[in-house]
């Protein structure tokens, strides 16, 4: 240590300088250490697995583009927008999936706004009681959730008993296996993924802006749509996000509550490794994760990554 | 336009914030609210400006009753602590915001934020966000924004409190000049009695949620009704139960009738304001103002014995006059600092004669 010091002390000046930007980086490479335990767990059994699954999708049976072949080949076509877009079942699938995580989407919003802001307004000790409402069914398992919709639902479901029993059916409604079912169990099971951030960003709201819009003579509903709900909008940008492309990917809901027509993509996935069909199933899920990433990306470049993540305070 | 508070009342639980509180305020005055944190000066501004609802009396704004009204209804300007600017909007969009809510046409409304801008000096930053304006901009742009609407009156609570001192001190200066051009009637919330004096015409002291004197800052500074306002208005001494104000501490021989003797503790020069801190015979300490030609004549020293005298020391009783009777002075006068006295012979009353005597001091 004391000879690289007294080396540097030695050294003529810009050559001195070139060394302390040499152990300036040396020391902003420590960062990178502390980095380094997950990223090595991230490559390893996340980053490896993936890109191996995602690399069959190109190399099963043999090396080419065959896999991908099947999602263009049309057994009809679909005329829109003056063009002739190739419709098969598998685009068909592609399409449902963006339907179901589309609705489910604006619903969880729907619903989510009104419990966020509720959540937003009381004091935060009431918040945080609040708040366990909305976490217990988050910490309860996926698989359990769509168990009980299915109790709820079904034939001889509670639902469908209160109905007859009350008179208002006189035989049992098909709730079971329906889209309805699947749009009802996802978004019960997505809506803590839009309240969170919405609440998030709407606790970060000084609320002596909306007493301020009063005081300039703003009446309360031109305080909510022009000062609220522009500050808000990051939480609803995060939250869509987040609802809509984990419902891209839904698999268990979708399965045990949807009928033979509401076939998502990760449903079509499973089915094809199931009958070791590697090539066409990992074609799929690259297609999949394309898709994901090209809507992040239309979001965040449509409103701005810092508006979608960053904080609510300027 | 005025403001006539009548008997209001605000209890939070068992928290008296507002207490019977009755005040007038002229129209066109700039009129402070001062009092310490928790004394019901912000509670009184806001319920004025209808954020915060009293549990019973009147507010009457311009000989309009208020009370009961919304906040929106109530045509009053409010500027907050910490700016309240809407950061989703731009400097103009901000000081437009009430036209707008007020459908005002467009090119009126350009042109009313332009010289609204032009009046708070912020020409050239229409087009900024508030994120790029510094904390006294951000609060000048607040300002504009409550003058856009014309309200009948101006409150601002603690406008200056989030901002570092020497802006602050600008922005009194600013404001007080603001209200000679505008004249619009201004209510002020701060806690630094110092603003209060230097910003407004009329002091409204408040403590307990209750007004304790309401008067001009001289009158608050001469003649204070309460012994709060004796020590929270101006620089004050307590001894024992009477006050003085530093200034009206007048050094003198120790010898010398009404005068009792002094140990100078130390001497603080602020410039032309000089702190002599002193204590007296029965350890009661004591501070005087004094300007710098006087300490220049006393060259006083520490530990040095001097005579103060305090004969224009009041109790609450309140006209001036009113002393504290000296304490009989122990024979060696302050022990501790015995060694070092050297006291002021008697017809050796000016200052040069003594220190010459006592070592070209």
């Known amino acids: 240590m004391t000879t690289v010091t007294s080396e540097i002390a030695q050294a003529p000046r810009a050559a001195q300088m070139a060394r302390f930007a040499r152990l300036r980086r040396l020391e902003q490479w420590r960062y990178v250490l502390l980095l380094l335990p997950a990223l090595v767990f991230l490559i390893a059994f996340y980053g490896y697995p993936v890109a191996a699954m995602l690399t069959r999708s190109f190399s099963e049976p043999g090396w080419g583009l065959q896999n991908f072949e099947p999602l263009l080949q049309a057994r009809s076509a679909l005329d829109a927008f003056g063009l002739s877009i190739p419709m098969n079942a598998y685009i068909r699938v592609f399409g449902i999936t963006l339907q179901i995580a589309l609705i489910v989407t604006v619903f969880t919003l729907l619903l989510g706004y009104p419990v966020a802001y509720a959540l937003s307004s ?12 909305v976490l217990i069914p988050f910490w309860t398992s996926i698989l359990v959730r769509s168990y009980a919709w299915m109790v709820l639902l079904g034939q001889e479901g509670i639902i469908n008993q209160a109905l007859i029993a009350t008179g208002v059916l006189a035989a049992p409604m098909q709730l079971l296996n329906t889209r309805l079912a699947v749009y009802t169990g996802m978004i019960h099971i997505l809506l803590p993924f839009m309240i969170l951030p919405l609440y998030a960003v709407m606790r970060g709201i000084d609320r002596n802006l909306l007493r301020a819009a009063g005081n300039l003579g703003a009446a309360p509903s031109a305080v909510f749509l022009r000062i609220f709900l522009p500050l808000s909008l990051p939480g609803v940008a995060a939250g869509c996000l987040l609802v809509f492309i984990l419902g891209l990917g839904f698999y268990i809901t979708p399965a045990l509550l949807g009928g033979q027509r509401d076939v998502m993509i990760s449903m079509l996935i499973q089915q094809q490794i199931s009958q070791l069909n590697w090539g066409f199933g990992a074609a799929l899920a690259l297609v999949l994760l394309l898709m994901a990433l090209a809507i992040y990306l239309l979001f965040t470049r449509l409103l701005g990554v810092e508006r979608v993540f960053g904080s609510a305070r300027a | ?206 403590n307990h949620g209750r007004i304790e004197q309401v008067g001009t800052p001289a009158e608050l500074y001469e003649h204070p009704a309460t012994e709060f306002v004796m020590s929270f208005v101006g620089k004050v001494n307590r001894i024992g139960d009477a006050y003085i104000r530093p200034h009206e501490v007048v050094i003198c021989h120790p010898d010398q009738e009404g005068c009792i003797p002094a140990v100078v503790e130390r001497v603080i020069t602020l410039g032309f304001d000089n702190r002599m801190e002193l204590y007296l015979p029965d350890g009661e300490r004591v501070w005087a103002q004094l300007t710098r030609d006087e300490v220049a004549q006393l060259q006083p020293v520490a530990g040095q014995t001097v005579g103060v005298d305090l004969s224009q020391s009041r109790r609450p009783g309140w006209e001036p006059g009113g002393y504290m009777s000296p304490r009989p002075a122990p024979a060696g006068v302050a022990a501790g600092a015995a060694a070092t006295v050297i006291p002021m012979r008697a017809g050796e009353d000016d200052a040069q004669s003594w220190r010459a005597r006592v070592g070209g001091r």
């Open chain 1, 122 to 133: 009381v004091s935060p000790a009431r918040a945080n009681l609040l708040m366990i409402l």
């Open chain 2, 1 to 206: 336009m005025g403001i006539s508070v009548r008997n209001l009342h605000k209890h939070y639980g068992t928290f008296r914030a507002l207490d019977d509180v009755s005040v007038e305020v002229p129209d066109g005055s700039l009129t402070a609210l001062l009092g310490p944190s928790g004394s019901g000066k912000s509670t009184l501004l806001r319920a004025i400006a209808g954020l915060e609802e009293p549990d019973s009396g009147e507010i009457v704004i311009g000989g309009e009753l208020a009370t009961g009204l919304p906040p929106q209804r109530r045509n009053v300007g409010f500027v907050f602590q910490h700016y309240a600017a809407f950061k989703h909007m731009t400097v103009r969009d901000n000081v437009g915001f009430g036209l707008r809510i007020r459908k005002r046409p467009k090119a009126e409304i350009r042109q009313r934020v332009d010289e609204l801008l032009h009046l708070v000096q912020l020409d050239g930053f229409a087009e900024r966000y508030p994120a790029q304006l510094s904390g006294g901009q951000r609060q000048r742009m607040a300002l504009a924004r409550a003058l856009a609407v014309e309200p009948r009156v101006l409150l601002l609570d603690e406008p200056f409190g989030a901002l570092d001192a020497r802006v602050r001190e600008e922005l009194r200066d600013w404001l007080r000049r603001l209200h000679d051009e505008v004249h619009v009637t201004t209510v002020l919330v701060t806690h630094d009695q110092e603003e209060a004096m230097e910003v407004a015409s009329r002091i409204v002291v408040m």
